[in-house]
DNA sequence: GATGAATGAGTGTTCATTCAT
DNA sequence: GATGAATGAACACTCATTCAT
């Protein structure tokens, strides 16, 4: 009759602990149905996309995408999942402590740039499943509410509290530690996508080359240094 | 029969000129029709939307809506045009120079300060516009391929002109002037979007604090003043 | 868009005049397809039916069917309205005195036959729409409760009522009227089933003799006259 | 690996000594599977049934259910089997003879009420049993033809010979005893129908008064005794 | 014998688009 | 020019049935 492996998808979404016991309860097709349904979704959008194409991309039959996920609907919730384990397992698990700990003496450039290349990395290797969700977000709020009100404060905590320390180290200088996220965060998106976009026309050069100078951007400003 | 008074909309948005063009033709209808769709659009995502629902937000009947415009799609086509006019046709027009023509003693805070403001604002007063396209484009590269190419190329040359002057005049530090473009923008959209996600997550202040902030952040960077 | 007219059919079929409202503000399409739906649900029920083959009896398409009907359960809840006013219009209105005020002095068998005759006529000539409604309504209670508990009341005090002044003039001997309706009413229906049943097995003669035998059984019982 | 015990259905419902022997050969799980799909067939209709709930209901597989009864509509043609032989097997085996052959002295009206409450408790017990059959049966008129061509027959050859033969002894009156056949029945059914469906507005009392008074009806009719 | 995952034809319903009035 | 009834292709989802384990 019905599979649908691990417990109900909604509201299930709170915290870390819930979606990873969702996920281990997932089985190899249900991974494999996400998957394809990410591919499809990335390419056409939610609506645009067709539950038959998943299907075929999955190389399952239709009733069998049905049999694992209820809806569409609960394709695009599910794939909140992954998204969240891949990209905040590791930072709340850890803390990002664990990154700057081993810093000793290395210039704030230096690890800057390592925690930049990282993320991108992770989104170039996640830009489908981050298109297909973001593109939907805005018009299901609802499903993504508990995102919003869950994890993402759990997240600014992380990032907050990352400032703040290093503020108080001196490494940086005293601001808003919300507005030193956002303005890192905005710099790393806005990156990801001019050069998913149109990376002629923005003539970006290598990888390494732009987030050198992002972070440089980011760290120095725009003004001439005050010394020279 | 058929009115859609105006050409056409395909391949006619290589420049402003031929916007304007468009735009003139456009009857009143045209743009009530028009804005009805921007608001459903907006709302729901353009798949998502009935064309149904935006006749009764014109209050026309469907019939007449594809009177004005052939096509769904059309509506979305049209609405780049009303975009390009009301960001660019200003810029395009005077130049940016009139913006910093006027700055004699000001110090570069204020007038970034008024650049970004005025965009902010701008922004800010075309949501549900920018919201109607840009959750689309992404899966209608063919129907935004005149703006990338022919548009896009346009924007940013003004602006790598605008840093490059600057930079000669020793207002800013040397750098890729398209990099500082990027900064500027990626800042600045990032600051619209995550006010309109999730305005309390990120305990965001009224907009002028925060315009200054964000200026502030982009022309100084994270790192302290080295001469203190 | 949605046509649709005349009010929803939701709790609206509690008495026969919002009954006949409904009824005044249907379009020849409404009673074009009901009638339609009608054919073809009673020939292969209810959810046997497909909406396609009601489209395609109505000579209409299928989308069609959905602009008068909004769902497929609408078009057997329209069903009542027909039925009712065909039924019980007459009756409620005019009461079933005027049937019997003018039997001055015509036997009683005569009257009953009557009677009988008009019942037996009406519904061999509505078999389609009784069959139809009759074999679905035991399985969508809450769709046929309004008849029940607002119009089978009425049915039953007008029958009720005429029994029971019979039986005060004498006509008929005393007994509870409503066993005495219930009585009348089982032998007619079944009398009209097994003829549509099998005719062949219950060996069934031309109508007007079964009539007038069901009228004398009905009336003098099985046993036999004591007086002889 | 197909189980399917007993005889295939078809066709083999022509009398009574088939039906036995197809029952005999039926296991338990037979049974099992048959009860749970007469709860739901009775509660939803044959179509809106769905086997996967017939098998929950009987605490086995839905392959399980299909194992014993190949298809979906085999299910319903083996309700005919407990059908027959609990309504049917006592009669035809001993003859209503047996009922009657006891009745030395008692009042007709008692010996007919023992009749009319026997069926009407033999009704009620297989309540669901008739209503997943009789529901279902006017669509499927091939499924049920050999009950109609060769049960029913003899069905009404019990019946036409019990009253033929008590109209001679002159315990009734003397008409076709089909129609004497046809009224009982009709107002036997009529009173378990309505009885089941709406009690309270029919005002019915408890059974034995309704079965009496019933009885009363039919035998004495609805006119004055005419000897008073 | 029992299971239940996989199947895919089939369904009710939607909605962009047309066109007669 | 404006309307809105009619259309029918398309889609999400269902479920009887199969069959490998």
Redesign the pocket.
Known sequence: MC?NGGPPLNDDLQNLEQIEETAEQWTD?HWQILEAAVKVFSEKGFNA????EVAKEAG?????V??YF????DLLKGMLIPLLLRFFRPWLLRGVEKIFNNRQGRPVEDVMTDLVRDRVHLAQANLPLIKAIASEAPFQPELFAPVREQILPQILEVATRFFQEEMEKGTFRTIDPLLAFRGLLSMLAGYVIMRNIAPEEFQLQEEEVEIRRLVDLYLHGLLPREES
């Open positions: 599979i097709k996309s067709r539950t038959s399952v039959s239709e009733g069998t049905f049999n209820k809806t569409k609907k």
